[in-house]
């Protein structure tokens, strides 16, 4: 029986698109477009950055010495100010509350930088979560077991009482093999919905 329900953060909870964040900054040149993907969002220092080992600021300065200075700029607020303004996935702060008022445990576990406390207290619903994991903060990282064990162990749940909700196969996945069901948003609340309750 399902009893805790655990949300990834980015393209769960909110948009995390960075294609539509170059939108915003008004890069439209393709070639641009490839370059700050690749340097910044496909980047082993954002990866870094997510695992706590350097600082979000610390990737970006790495990254921008591959990258031309006349996108500095906008590399800049690309890697450090994505979420002026969040984003909301649309249905999914319904979602929550109304699980939340059914009962449900609610917890949020997303592999982030230290920026994430910048942004993470405007997630919509956020009063409604009972615990908060990012992964910088405890240098584990989704897709590995040991970062779902952490989160039970943490919060005194049980494995097969949780189901966690991610956009990444590969971090369904390791919440599975960490003994809890996954399920593979695609942005569809209503499957989501259909999900949880047949659990």
Same mark, same amino acid.
């Given at each position: ?24 900054? *008004?890069?439209?040149?393709? @070639?641009?477009?490839?370059? #700050? ?9 954002? %990866? ?5 080992? %350097?600082?979000?600021? @610390? ?6 010495? $591959?990258?031309?200075? $006349? ?8 890697? #450090? ?10 249905? &999914? ?13 609610? =917890? ?22 009972? *615990? ?5 903060? %405890? ?9 779902? $064990? ?6 005194? #749940? ?35 919905? &259909? =999900?949880?309750?047949? @659990?």
């Amino acid at each position: 029986m399902i009893k805790n329900l655990i949300f990834d953060m980015g393209n769960v909870l909110i948009d995390f698109v960075p294609a539509h964040f170059m939108d915003r900054v *008004g890069v439209t040149d393709k @070639q641009d477009r490839e370059i #700050l993907l690749k340097e910044l969002f496909k980047s082993e220092e954002w %990866i870094l950055a997510d695992a706590g080992e %350097i600082k979000a600021a @610390q990737a970006y300065e790495i990254c921008s010495k $591959r990258i031309p200075e $006349r996108l500095h700029d906008v590399a800049r607020k690309l890697a #450090l100010e994505w979420f002026k303004p969040l984003v909301p996935i649309p249905g &999914m702060e319904d979602f929550v509350r109304k699980n939340k008022a059914e009962g449900y445990g609610i =917890y949020l576990l997303s592999n982030a930088p230290d920026t994430a406390h910048l942004y993470v207290g405007n997630v919509p619903a956020i009063e409604c979560f009972d *615990g908060i994991v990012i992964s910088s903060d %405890i240098k584990l990282e989704k897709p590995y077991p040991e970062i779902f $064990r952490y989160v039970c162990e943490r919060y005194g #749940l049980k494995a097969e009482e949780c189901l966690f909700i991610d956009d990444i196969k590969a971090n369904i996945d390791g919440a599975e093999a960490a003994g809890m069901k996954g399920f593979h948003f695609t942005g569809d609340v209503n499957a989501l919905w &259909m =999900y949880v309750k047949k @659990q």
